[in-house]
């Protein structure tokens, strides 16, 4: 009977790439079968040629024929014999697992200001000491003071945030016995809201002309 001949792909053998299809896999199969290299080679070619025929997408990707190499020899568990116009990829090679990325906040318990707040205490420790600098700090002390108000907070101190901003700079910026005054938290948060009510306008309007629209037909 014809339905004891059918085929499940958990009975398949596995695709290692499988937007190539099974035709395919078969095909490098039947080149790793060959024992003349040289006819191994011409199968490797052709192979090539294929498999650039069903990736179109990727002939202005740069090394595209590089690529195309690489997968061959993926696709053939690294064990077809043939001469390839790159260098050879290598099974350790392809399965090294990459360096773990670093977390690029250096005070995890201070997100709320952001990772470029470090990034701006780092530049403003390599000016010189002036008026520059100084309308430079207190910039900084604000825009921290504006997040930590973003942080679903109503107010804040200024002390706190030179505090932070002592801390965040390894002790090289002190700005806790100033007697200059950061922007009020009450207009800082006007503005936040002031934003946040423009946001919603734009969207009842929109939501109004849809209506309207509606209407129409």
């Known amino acids: 009977m014809i339905i004891d001949n ?3 792909n958990t009975e398949r053998e596995h695709l290692i790439i499988p937007e190539y299809g099974r035709h395919m896999q078969k095909m490098i199969n039947y080149a790793k079968s060959i024992d003349v290299k040289e006819e191994r080679n011409k199968v ?4 090539i040629a294929v498999m650039g025929n069903i990736q179109p997408h990727l002939r202005d ?3 595209f024929q590089h690529k195309l190499w690489d997968q061959l020899f993926i696709m053939a568990n690294f064990e077809l014999d043939v001469d390839s116009p790159y260098e050879k990829p290598t099974k350790e090679l392809f399965e090294e697992r990459p360096e773990p990325l670093k977390y690029p906040q250096n005070f995890p318990k201070y997100r709320f200001y952001g990772n470029n707040i470090k990034t701006m205490i780092d530049v403003a420790n390599t000016w010189e000491e002036g008026e520059l600098k100084e309308a430079l700090l207190y910039t900084i002390a604000n825009h921290m003071k504006k997040c930590f108000l973003n ?3 109503d107010t804040v101190e200024d002390a706190v945030i030179y505090n932070h901003l002592y801390e965040l700079s390894g002790g090289k910026i002190n700005l806790k016995g100033s007697k200059e005054d950061l922007s ?3 207009s800082l948060l006007r503005s936040k809201n002031k934003f946040s009510n423009n946001n919603s306008n734009k969207k ?3 939501k109004k002309n849809s209506n ?3 209407k129409r037909h």
């Open 6 to 8: 059918l085929e499940y």
């Open 44 to 47: 490797a070619k052709a192979i």
């Open 61 to 63: 990707v740069p090394d």
């Open 151 to 153: 942080w679903n907070k």
């Open 184 to 186: 009020d938290s009450s």
């Open 204 to 206: 009842g309007h929109h």
């Open 212 to 214: 309207r629209q509606r």
